[in-house]
């Protein structure tokens, strides 16, 4: 299955919005809490000025471009850890997911009821932080009670993985994310096994009213201070832009509609980038005259791997890769150029791809 980035936040923070802007999919978007009940998984495709650039050259039959999987989860709502507003459901479709993009609603409009009375960004980043780490709470100790059990037999390996846990507990009853516990290597491989909410990578999402799109507001401002020293982003997003954005027919409407909010691309192209980066991904591309085409792979993937995204074959008779720079493909301005000049490289099976690599699989199976 591909890596997913879900969606979260509390009702009626503009998820819904959001998701359908992204992916044009069918989640129902209305004034009322739960509206989104299944999750929706979109494919959505990664905007790269790289791919058209080698389109450029090669003028190809078909132009791919790679994508990545957004999930629609339907909102939480305080007391979620404890079953509270479908909580149990919920949750688990937060767990399915490899990171989380948190919605927070930093608007103001009386028209649009909030779940609890009033727009309070940090207050809304809380509820959700505190409902993610009480269910993380809640695994720890039912895995403390479980390992306690084997540590009685004396295994000083089990009694240590006991103490470690009890740490990671009291980490989490301070208030603070799994993905901030200082942890070795071993203890980060324990710590995924346990498949903690507050251990995925994390983006926010401040969803703001149409005329704070370009510079943010006072609710920006204060939720920026809330998630100093988490080491995560913040994107300043209007939704009700996105969705007028989504509903224009061609190119030259939308730039019209961009430049007179004074934006220079849609804030979804932002988010989709955003989004890449915090699963971790990076782009590879082949080229040719049928198709030019961008292929993702976990950061630090192996040329193997990269192979075998394409076709399992191709991996398994990976012989080499011919490799071109993205930069010295456009700088020579075609393959052969390139190729000319000294700048294609033979790499073997330990090579690490690296963003913007323009590869071709040398193979026999």
């Not at 969606?7 to 819904?16: A, E, R």
Request: aromatic content about 6%; charged content about 30%.
């Amino acid at each position: 299955m591909a890596l997913q980035a879900g969606i979260v936040g509390l009702p009626n923070v503009g998820k819904s919005t959001l998701f359908n802007a992204l992916t044009s999919g069918k989640a129902q978007s209305a004034n009322f809490p739960f509206c989104t009940i299944e999750p929706n998984v979109g494919i959505i495709s990664v905007p790269d000025e790289r791919l058209d650039a080698l389109a450029k050259i090669w003028e190809p039959g078909n132009v791919i471009p790679t994508v990545v999987e957004i999930v629609d989860i339907a909102g939480l709502v305080k007391g979620a850890s404890k079953g509270e507003g479908l909580g149990n459901q919920f949750l688990g479709n937060i767990r399915d997911v490899d990171a989380i993009i948190h919605v927070v609603r930093c608007f103001d409009d009386p028209n649009v009821i909030h779940v609890d009375g009033s727009v309070d960004p940090v207050r809304d980043k809380e509820i959700i932080d505190m409902e993610l780490l009480f269910k993380d709470l809640d695994t720890v100790e039912k895995r403390i009670e479980k390992q306690s059990k084997m540590a009685k037999s004396g295994d000083k390996d089990m009694i240590r993985i006991v103490e470690e846990l009890k740490r990671l507990k009291a980490h989490l009853e301070a208030g603070r994310p799994a993905r901030s516990f200082a942890r070795d290597e071993d203890e980060k491989e324990r710590l995924r096994d346990l498949h903690l909410l507050t251990n995925k990578p994390i983006l926010y999402l401040a969803n703001v009213e149409e005329a704070a799109a370009a510079g943010g507001n006072e609710h920006v401002e204060k939720l920026k201070k809330a998630i100093e020293g988490e080491n995560a982003e913040l994107l300043v997003v209007s939704a009700a832009i996105e969705a007028e954005i989504a509903e224009l027919d061609t190119e030259e409407e939308r730039k019209e509609f961009l430049v007179m909010m004074g934006l220079e691309e849609p804030g979804l192209y932002r988010l989709i980038r955003a989004t890449y980066r915090l699963l971790d991904l990076i782009t590879f591309f082949t080229a040719g005259e049928k198709e030019v085409r961008a292929w993702t792979v976990r950061r630090g993937a192996k040329a193997p791997e990269a192979a075998g995204v394409i076709h399992s074959d191709f991996q398994k008779g990976f012989i080499r890769a011919e490799v071109i720079s993205f930069e010295d493909y456009i700088h020579y301005g075609s393959e052969a150029a390139a190729k000319e000049a000294g700048r294609m490289r033979l790499e073997g099976k330990e090579y690490i791809v690296q963003d913007g690599d323009v590869m071709h699989f040398r193979f026999n199976v």
